[in-house]
């Protein structure tokens, strides 16, 4: 009875530690991915990503279109090429969604979440106008007791200055040693 505190924080707080990494991924092909990067030198850097993930953009009240994002599990860098050329190049259904498209955001997953209690460290690579703009390497849970880990970041984004000026602001962030362990096949 005495040990029951230190298992209930050991079930609920830490979780096991599973993955399921694309055959690619490693530290060195993750460091190797560079902002500005087209999908195709991604695609040969890390190899092909286990899902892919897209927004298809907003849609104008009443559209009966497709749903703003789109997830699709992909076997092939050609079956990749070709899901995400029909989703962009079919014409849009509204006027909301003829604007927001033409932004082409699409996020690569390397990795998939193995247990709904477990922890999996898990990697996306953001693209906007069809060339990288983020890439995060994380070790996420779906326990409510558990916070996620930052491992790696990568990013630019924009933002808004007093003066109304937008300004690229460029993000780096790298935990060497978790990329080391949880990203190493």
């Known amino acids: 009875m005495r040990y029951w505190p230190f298992f209930l924080l050991t079930v609920l707080g830490c979780g096991f530690v599973q993955s399921d990494l694309a055959p690619g991924v490693s530290p060195g092909a993750i460091k190797a991915i560079r902002l500005g990067m087209d999908l195709e030198t ?3 850097t890390l190899g092909v990503p286990l899902s892919v993930s897209a927004v298809h953009g907003a849609h104008s009240k009443g559209c009966r ?4 994002r ?11 090429r070709f899901w995400l ?10 006027e909301s969604n003829k604007g927001e498209r033409v932004r082409r955001q699409v996020t690569l ?3 998939r979440m193995v247990e709904e209690d477990g922890v999996s460290p898990m990697l996306w690579v953001h693209f ?3 060339r990288v703009r983020a890439v995060a390497a994380a070790l996420n849970s779906h326990s409510p007791f558990r916070d996620d880990q930052g491992i790696y ?11 109304g000026d937008e300004k690229t602001v460029r993000s780096f962030h790298c935990e060497e040693d978790l990329l080391q362990e949880y990203f190493s096949q």
């Open 42 to 44: 991604v695609i040969d």
């Open 65 to 68: 279109s497709r749903p703003e």
């Open 70 to 80: 789109l997830e699709r599990d992909v076997s092939s860098g050609s079956q990749l």
């Open 85 to 94: 050329d029909s989703l962009f190049k079919s014409p849009p259904c509204c």
């Open 109 to 111: 997953l390397y990795s």
């Open 128 to 130: 906007e106008l069809d």
């Open 153 to 163: 970041l990568l990013s630019n984004y924009r933002r808004q200055m007093p003066d």
